[in-house]
């Protein structure tokens, strides 16, 4: 839609402002070598730069529109995603069927990713250095919330490298914030 909106910005001679908000890092999106991620590439390069302002979600996406798409620093402005921490605290003590899962970590260090399953996350550069990490540091357990197209490439290469002890992956879970209580 972003680039839809710029195009008719442009051939339209449209007066309006526009700003638009770009959450996925688009080098990782375009990342393989097909015409048509090719051809998005150059529209990004040409129409980016005529949006009003781009909104974006880290510094990484920021550089990598500048380094990659040749986008306007000013263009640019890094707006995280907002945080309820108060209802964040409010759900993680709930009682849910987790609970009696979470009380089975209580001697564990316990790191938790939580997101959309999908490469642009580099999930799977994550496993394989937490299997690193792993070697020196048994006593830690890593959980994997969410949903998506990777989750059953990611439960196999958890199988595969032998790490289900210490390596738990969540499909869509009501309530994750149960196990910020114990990350």
Same mark, same amino acid.
């Given at each position: 839609?972003?680039?839809?909106?710029? $195009?008719?910005?442009?051939?339209?001679? &449209?007066?309006?402002?526009i700003? $638009?908000?770009?959450?996925?890092?688009?080098?990782? /999106? *375009?990342?393989? /070598?097909?015409?048509?991620? =090719?051809?998005?590439?150059? !529209?990004?390069?040409?129409? =980016?730069?005529?949006?009003? !302002?781009?909104?974006?979600?880290? #510094?990484?996406?920021?550089?990598?529109?500048?380094?990659?798409?040749?986008?306007?620093?000013?263009k640019?402005?890094?707006?995280?995603?907002?945080?309820?921490?108060? *209802?964040?605290e *409010?759900?993680?003590?709930?009682?849910?069927?987790?609970?009696?899962f979470?009380? #089975?970590? !209580?001697n564990?260090?316990?790191?938790?990713?939580?997101?959309?399953? +999908?490469?642009?996350?580099?999930?799977? /550069? $994550?496993?394989?250095?937490?299997?690193?990490? &792993?070697?020196? #540091?048994?006593?830690?357990?890593?959980?994997?919330?969410?949903?998506?197209e990777?989750?059953?490439?990611?439960?196999? !290469?958890?199988?595969?490298?032998?790490?289900?002890?210490?390596?738990?992956?969540?499909?869509?879970?009501?309530?994750?914030?149960?196990? *910020?209580?114990? +990350?």
């Amino acid at each position: 839609l972003n680039l839809i909106a710029l $195009i008719c910005k442009k051939l339209f001679f &449209l007066k309006s402002k526009i700003i $638009i908000r770009e959450t996925t890092d688009l080098k990782i /999106k *375009y990342n393989r /070598k097909n015409f048509e991620n =090719y051809l998005f590439k150059i !529209l990004i390069k040409i129409f =980016y730069n005529s949006a009003d !302002l781009i909104i974006v979600q880290s #510094n990484e996406i920021k550089n990598n529109l500048i380094d990659q798409f040749d986008i306007f620093n000013n263009k640019l402005f890094i707006l995280n995603n907002p945080l309820d921490t108060n *209802y964040i605290e *409010y759900l993680s003590n709930q009682k849910s069927e987790l609970h009696h899962f979470t009380k #089975n970590f !209580l001697n564990k260090k316990i790191a938790i990713c939580i997101g959309r399953l +999908s490469p642009v996350k580099k999930l799977i /550069k $994550i496993i394989d250095i937490f299997s690193k990490f &792993l070697q020196t #540091n048994n006593h830690w357990v890593l959980i994997i919330i969410g949903h998506g197209e990777q989750f059953k490439e990611l439960s196999q !290469l958890i199988q595969k490298k032998k790490l289900k002890k210490n390596i738990i992956i969540f499909d869509n879970l009501p309530n994750h914030f149960v196990f *910020y209580k114990i +990350s």
